[in-house]
């Protein structure tokens, strides 16, 4: 009975580890989700969702509310017996960490509050709570499993199952399922279903091995690739079994009558071609009750009673994964290597590589280990550009391989022998998809039915993807392409239906991009059909079809300009040399950085409209496009763009170029950053504002919150600017549009900062930093390398800050951004200052003033700091001038933290009564002091610091000034006198 136990339990050590667990507890009132994690695969899972009254479908949603019940069960048998919460006993806090943050969604920081534990205590008890939820979960497993073996009957092993040469590796998850199948009274028939090659076979036999202990007589191997008929299917079973056949019966009568007692599990090894209407594998289920049947197949047998299990490709990272993590493609690929080359070792370049590949063969285990028998003679770059390439590189020499094994091209090639004619033409038309594709899409472009779509996913042949549509495999895509290519008509006729469909689905679609209640739905829908959107445009550019290019120019820029996919963009729209369109590139090639070429281009783009009156409405795009591009032309200024477009979209009542002009105009004036410009940006952005919600432009309407958060912020409203800030990030979250995310999470960072709340501010810049890179943005990572460094300068991290710094700087430089060039060196400048190197901190804090615009914010910056430095070197007067003028200008431009910044270092500084510095009353210091503290606009760095210095002066009254300005001009009347 031991030894039957350990046959029937499942590997599920895996399954009880603590990111397993809160993967799971994190889905807990999503049953759907839940219900496909590993956890709700385990036996006591099953016994629970059949048991106790309960009657759970077996599907995700049911498994996942028998899962959900399992979970709230083991965390209830976590809490403690005394009925009062006492946070001291880490019993109860292990209780409460799992039911309020999991069961009752209870922020983490507010549960650490209220168990009186640090940010490091919380999480370590955490980590406990999970590690005891596993133990728990894992001991009920163990019971549940010792259950169910006294109805197995002691085994009497009778098997063939042939010996494998090389060890089974992963598949656990999908093996943990189909041992829970196969124990299951009501599952006669399992079939496993799959591509060729996929791993069908190993994973039965595997199967079959842990679970032949449970059948009397054994598990027996029946290899069905020598049959050519159905016929002979029996005669295979009883050679399979050892059974002697006599002349006086029907075979399929004495096979019958030989196991009507038996208790067997008969794998059936590739079954596909056998596939006919009389089918006996019905009658032998119905007249062999101890019998069950496991049987591998490119297509499901269609019989009642019929249980599947479809066969994927083999686990692999995503993109952005690490390649030394657990992932059975991985592990599959490393260990083949072994074989052929023991003493490799890999690199983290050829790591990368290993990704690649696994990602072009899908995971197909088969391809994998042809790819595995390369490596002794090429790197594996060259073995995935190989790949990539050609199917036909993928071959084995080895002579213990069946031959329909022995290359990819033969696995395809038997499955293509499989189709029917019809089946075929419309297989091969399919590869003019680069991605998925839906049923309708499908139709309208190849002619194919639903029918013949269900027909080759039956066949392994079309997947599933995760959207529901259809895909096909990368190397079956390669397979198909080349019988395409192999038919020149129908491939002509097939790219120009999709080149049609697709360009005119963008056209419906992007109808709706400027707001709307479709909006959204059509940015998804386009983001979607993205890749054949642009396989789409790149065949009509290949045709010359300048009709379609032109019609669909403007919102296929919108779509990249919307779903932030710049670089994607400006690929596409290079190669068209029509004015519009250059100026369309020139607008996305400024949006990553390229000033300087992209100006060029614009200007011509520009020139070229203006003096075609047909292209009256292409030249008013160019000119919104160009407002915020920041030309610097005599003759395109930006107030000159932002009227003149505005003026076309007015006359021909289009609010949604309305409202980008005022937008982009307002965005250009708060970048400039001239005093002069401050009271006019918010009224722009309100107008900009009120516009997108007149035409519920629900992509626009974020943007311009996100400004309006700034603005709030320059005034030292921090409240405001983080609702302003939280708002937008909601919307741009909602859209996953992961520039505006950044954007947002850049002010709450600031506003968090300024709150000295340093960890938090941290926190948001590392994922802006995270984000901006990803998109690849220069300007953007310049400017958060700035942030990021800032926040760890302030926390004493000298050395990392430079760093930041540093990359900041060469990346401004390297596209010639004045700003962030002036912000680096000003940086580092704060850097040189603290260590002492106060000759090169003056130079770095003299470029940067000369670099920023002179009526600017970071002039003020620059100025204080030189007020500063004036300071630390025994120059009271000088650093006086500094910073009366730092807090003039800082004023003057809206910058309320800077002017509180620089107002206290006066005070600071007139406190101290250098003989060189004007005498001032200490009842006026105290006063200046109680703008700091009491007045709107202070960092709270510079409140406490100001609390500080005021506790230190005896005054009961103090001089009174009701604002920064107020206190500005007293200082500077103060100064003059």
């Known amino acids: 009975m031991v030894g039957l136990q350990k046959e029937c339990q499942v590997d599920t050590q895996e399954f009880f580890n603590r990111k397993s667990l809160r993967k799971a507890l994190k889905a807990w009132h999503r049953t759907a989700i839940l219900g496909k994690h590993p956890l709700a695969g385990l036996t006591i899972v099953a016994q629970r969702r059949t048991s106790e009254g309960r009657s759970y479908a ?91 073996a006294p109805q197995i009957q002691q085994p009497a092993v009778r098997s063939n199952l042939p010996m494998q040469p090389t060890a089974f590796i992963g598949r656990k998850q999908e093996l943990a399922h189909a041992q829970q199948l196969l124990i299951n009274p ?114 499901p047998l269609h019989l009642r009673g019929e249980w599947t299990l479809t066969l994927q490709g083999m686990q692999f990272p995503a993109v952005d994964a690490p390649a030394t993590a657990q992932y059975d493609a991985l592990d599959l690929f490393y260990s083949a290597v072994q074989r052929v080359a023991p003493n490799m070792q890999f690199s983290a370049e050829d790591q990368g590589q290993i990704v690649r590949l696994c990602r072009l063969v899908g995971g197909t285990p088969l391809a994998l280990e042809l790819a595995a028998s390369w490596v002794p ?70 002619g194919a039915t639903l029918f013949q779509l269900r027909a080759l996913h039956e066949k392994s042949l079309l997947r599933f993807d995760d959207a529901g549509g259809y895909k096909l495999q990368k190397l079956l895509w390669q397979y198909a392409a080349e019988k395409l290519a192999a038919h020149p008509t129908d491939s002509y006729a097939t790219h120009q239906a999709h080149s049609r469909y697709f360009l005119e689905l963008l056209q419906t679609r992007g109808a709706h991009l400027r707001g709307g209640k479709e909006q959204m739905r059509s940015l998804r829908a386009i983001r979607e059909h993205l890749s054949e959107i642009r396989a789409a445009w790149v065949w ?85 496009y160009a ?25 021909t009542r289009a609010l949604w170029g309305q409202a980008w002009a005022h937008y982009a105009y307002a965005a250009a004036l708060h970048y400039d950053g001239l005093p002069k410009y401050k009271p006019r940006i918010e009224p722009l952005m309100l107008r900009a504002l009120a516009l997108r919600e ?66 938090t501010a941290t926190r948001y810049y590392e994922d802006v930093l995270a984000i901006r890179r990803d998109l690849g943005n220069l300007k953007d990572i310049a400017e958060s390398l700035d942030s990021l460094g800032f926040i760890l300068f302030t926390c004493g991290d000298y050395k990392t800050a430079r760093t930041y710094y540093d990359e900041s700087l060469e990346l401004s430089q390297q ?44 002039h003020a910056v620059a100025i204080d700091k030189l007020g500063q430095l004036a300071m630390q070197t025994g120059k009271p007067d000088s650093a006086l001038t500094q910073f009366l003028q730092g807090l003039e200008l800082a004023l003057a431009v809206g910058r309320v933290r800077e002017a509180t910044d620089v107002l206290f270092q006066i005070v600071r500084l007139l406190a101290e009564q250098h003989p060189a510095l004007p005498t001032i009353e200490t009842s006026a210091l105290a006063g200046l002091l109680d703008v700091l503290i009491e007045g709107r606009g202070s960092a709270e760095k510079t409140r406490i610091a100001a609390q500080k210095l005021r506790a230190e002066l005896t005054i009961a009254e103090p001089t009174p000034f009701d604002s920064l300005e107020s206190a500005a001009a007293f200082l500077t009347t103060l100064r003059n006198a």
């Open 58 to 148: 077996d599907t995700p949603a049911g498994r996942g509310v028998a899962l959900r019940h399992l979970l709230h069960d083991a965390i209830d048998k976590l809490k403690p017996e005394s009925h009062t919460a006492d946070y001291n006993n880490p019993q109860w806090r292990y209780y409460t960490i799992l039911y309020q943050q999991y069961v009752k969604e209870m922020r983490a920081k507010e549960l650490s509050e209220m168990l009186g534990l640090s940010d490091s205590g919380y999480f370590k008890d955490q980590r406990r709570a999970l590690e005891r939820l596993g133990q728990q979960l894992e001991q009920w497993e163990r019971e549940s499993t010792r259950s169910i």
């Open 815 to 858: 596209i010639d951004d004045q700003p962030g060039i002036a912000w680096s060196l000003h940086n580092l400048g704060d850097i040189a200052r603290v260590e002492g190197k106060l000759t090169l901190a003056e130079t770095l804090y003299t470029e940067s003033a000369a670099l920023h615009t002179p009526q600017s914010w970071g």
């Open 627 to 651: 407002i915020s591009a920041d030309l610097e032309h005599p003759v395109w200024t930006d107030e000159k763009l932002y009227e003149q477009s505005l003026a076309y979209f007015t006359r």
């Open 377 to 446: 003679h090429l790197s594996c770059y060259e073995i995935a550009n190989e790949i990539e390439r050609n199917i036909d590189f993928l071959e084995s020499s080895l002579h213990d391989v069946p031959a329909r094994h022995r290359s990819l091209r033969g696995v395809f090639d038997h499955s293509w022998e499989l189709l029917t004619p019809t089946e075929q033409a419309v297989f091969r038309k399919l590869a003019v998809f680069t991605g998925a594709f839906s049923r309708e899409s499908a139709q309208a472009v190849t």
């Open 186 to 299: 009501d599952c006669r028939l399992l079939t496993i279903n799959g591509s060729g090659g996929i791993g069908k076979t190993r994973l039965a036999l595997e199967l079959a091995r842990r679970t032949e202990g449970a059948f009397a007589d054994g598990a027996v191997f029946v290899p069905l690739a020598p049959l050519n008929n159905i016929e002979l299917l029996p005669t295979a079973i009883a050679e399979a079994i050892g059974f002697t056949i006599s002349s006086n019966q029907s075979v399929m009568t004495q096979l019958i009558n030989f196991l009507q007692t038996k208790s067997l599990l008969l794998l059936l090894d590739n079954f596909e071609h056998l596939v006919e209407s009389n089918n006996p594998i019905a009658m032998l289920l119905e007249a062999l009750p101890n019998v069950k049947m496991l049987i591998t197949t490119r297509e």
């Open 694 to 759: 007149t035409i519920d432009d629900g992509w626009g309407i974020p943007h311009c919150l996100d400004y309006l958060g700034h603005i709030a912020y320059e005034r030292g409203e921090y409240e405001a600017a983080g609702h302003y800030a939280h708002a937008s990030l909601e919307s741009y979250e909602a859209r996953e549009d992961r520039v505006g995310i950044a954007n947002a999470l850049t002010l709450l960072g600031q506003v968090a900062g300024t709150r000295n709340d340093l960890i």
């Open 540 to 624: 009509a550019e290949g045709q010359n079809d300048r009709a379609q290019l032109l019609k669909s120019a403007e919102l296929l820029h919108l779509s990249y300009y919307m779903l932030n996919r710049w670089r994607e963009g400006a690929a596409l729209l290079a190669n068209c040399d029509d004015p519009f369109v250059c100026g369309l590139y020139a607008h996305i090639r400024y949006r990553l950085g390229d000033k300087i070429d992209a100006h060029k281009l614009l200007i011509e783009s520009l020139a070229t409209l203006q003096n075609d009156p047909q292209r009256e409405r292409e030249f008013a795009l160019i000119q919104l």
